[in-house]
């Protein structure tokens, strides 16, 4: 049997808390979550988006989802792993023959690497 733990407005913040208890070992289910995205305006009308998880986890579910609210699994601002590595940073792939073609698209409108199909060719099969 299913508990409700909590009910959230926004189905994203659901899938996420919903990410979080499966990473603490708990199994759970977010429902109405396709209803508030189809139709944003039921969202109220049906509860919103509703996390659920197995009543034996409930509790310990519960005690998870209040420490995210009180911003226990929050990263500090200055915990980047790039600034400490600049090995994990992506690299720079802007050069001055990229900016420069991109400038001669763009200004004068030089045509793009690839070929579309003319508009007095026909791609119909004759029967």
Known sequence: MFTLVASYL???EAQIARGLLAAEGIEAHVGDDQIAL???EWRLAVGGTKLRVRADQADHARAVLRDLDAGAYRLDDDDD???RNPELSAPD???PSSRLAWLGAVLLGLP????RRA???DATRQV
Do not use: C, V
């Not at 793009?112 to 070929?115: A, D, E, F, T, V």
């Open 81 to 83: 792993a790039a600034t």
């Open 112 to 115: 793009l690497p690839w070929r």
């Open 93 to 95: 792939r802007e050069s």
């Open 10 to 12: 926004d189905p994203i």
């Open 119 to 121: 508009s007095d060719d």
């Open 38 to 40: 189809a139709n944003w």
